[in-house]
């Protein structure tokens, strides 16, 4: 009987260690997947130029065409509708919400280099021209209920132009 109830631990320990693995595993693939797609969303955004501006010579970036462009990609990319909720088939099984989404630009009053710090998300980056930055997050992907809620998955992403000097 001893043996019985050993093995019986043995094999709880186990078993709690494969979906805590599992359930680390799933963080990784769905934090890749959040990264490449806000990197894909922001240098989108970033190509939302008011031509006008452009034509003297000032790169300006529309704002709402790139937070329109921005939010189009983020749902092709990760399979969301229009409220970033996951249809069928999508690999997310929580809501994506952008929490931070601002251009930088001639148009802003700084000069470049310019110094961006955001502590609430932890960057700091030397933008070398107008740029995109946008901050997305989901819910950490559970498999296993305990006693400490994990954070959520935050992905900060930068799109910069550099000027030629």
């Known amino acids: 009987m001893d043996y019985v109830i050993k093995l019986a631990f043995v094999l709880l320990i186990f078993i709690y260690g494969w979906f ?32 006008s501006e452009r034509a003297e010579g000032r790169l300006i970036i529309d704002q709402d065409a790139a937070e329109a462009s921005f939010k189009e990609t ?62 997305i997050k989901t819910k950490h992907p559970v498999l296993i209920a305990r006693a400490k809620n994990q954070a959520d998955i935050q992905v900060p992403a930068i799109q910069e132009y550099k000027y030629n000097k």
């Open 74 to 135: 983020l749902e092709a990319n990760l399979g969301l509708d229009d409220s970033l909720t996951p249809r069928t088939g999508s690999r997310l099984r929580s809501k994506v919400e952008v929490v931070e989404f601002k251009v930088i630009d001639e148009s802003s009053g700084v000069t470049f280099p310019f110094l961006y710090e955001d502590s609430r998300y932890g960057i700091t980056k030397y933008i070398q021209g107008p740029s995109v930055i946008a901050v």
């Open 20 to 51: 805590f693995q599992a359930q680390n595993q799933e963080w990784d693939i769905e934090r890749e997947l959040l990264k490449h797609a806000n990197n894909m969303a922001v240098h989108d955004a970033a190509q939302e130029m008011d031509e």
